[in-house]
């Protein structure tokens, strides 16, 4: 079974500039996370989908963050325009209803 | 509001050692617990859960983890550690499962062989 899958891995971009991540969950799962995972913390949650429906989103910063997961399956995370203080990990992690997550390796932003 | 604490940032054992790392929540209700494993690089595996029944679970790796109401805490053990058990711990809280999980600031764990 193929994991959690997120690209890419790695991105440094110049502050002011726009920034996507890309998520791909594992087949079958209708529930799909975005966490930030800054260095040296826990991982916090962002957003939350269930297919396609966010119901989750009350941690996500709605003035420069956004999301969409278009027909339930893939996710894209976008940041615009990015800050020093986003530089972080972002993790994607996909769960079947009620069911344990799944992480991605998740995508490292460096913002210089 | 739902916290959860991680008191050691690091610790060191010796290959063959026992482990303990602790972890205190703080939660109004029946919490829903989980210990994840972090290696570089990488995201993050669950080792074991607690939802409700025994307050003993055991988890994969070989770890196991105890459940204490009245200490609010809930530390994870290991009788002899792996020199490929250097990770990062991460314990974490959910209200209601999975949903939304509040994760500590994690333990860094090194294993001198």
């Known amino acids: 079974e193929a994991g959690v899958v997120q690209s890419p891995r790695y991105k440094i971009i110049e502050k002011k500039q726009p920034v996507a991540f890309w998520c791909n969950p594992i087949?079958?799962?209708?529930?799909l996370y975005w966490y930030l995972q800054n260095l040296g913390q826990g991982p916090e949650l962002l957003i939350r989908?269930?297919?396609?429906?966010?119901?989750?989103d009350s941690q996500l910063p709605k003035d420069r963050f956004s999301a969409e997961r278009l027909k339930g399956v893939d996710s894209t995370l976008k940041i615009q325009p990015a800050e020093l203080g986003d530089s972080a990990v972002y993790l994607c992690?996909?769960?079947?209803?009620?069911?344990?997550?799944?992480f991605g390796n998740g995508t490292r932003l460096t913002v210089t | 509001a739902q916290s959860v604490t991680q008191p050691d940032i690091h610790i060191t054992v010796s290959e063959g050692a026992s482990l303990e790392l602790r972890c205190n929540y703080s939660?109004?209700?029946?919490?829903?617990l989980f210990w994840y494993v972090q290696s570089p690089g990488q995201g993050l595996q669950l080792l074991l859960k607690y939802f409700s029944g025994d307050t003993l679970v055991q988890g994969i790796k070989g770890f196991e983890a105890e459940f204490k109401r009245s200490q609010s805490s809930f530390n994870l053990r290991k009788p002899s550690v792996h020199w490929s058990d250097a990770a990062e711990y991460f314990c974490a809280v959910g209200a209601g499962g999975y949903n939304k999980l509040i994760f500590g600031a994690g333990t860094r764990l090194a294993v001198h062989p």
């Open positions: 939660y109004g209700a029946t919490p829903y």
């Open positions: 992690a996909s769960s079947e209803p009620g069911g344990p997550l799944h």
């Open positions: 989908y269930e297919n396609e429906e966010a119901v989750d």
């Open positions: 087949s079958g799962h209708n529930t």
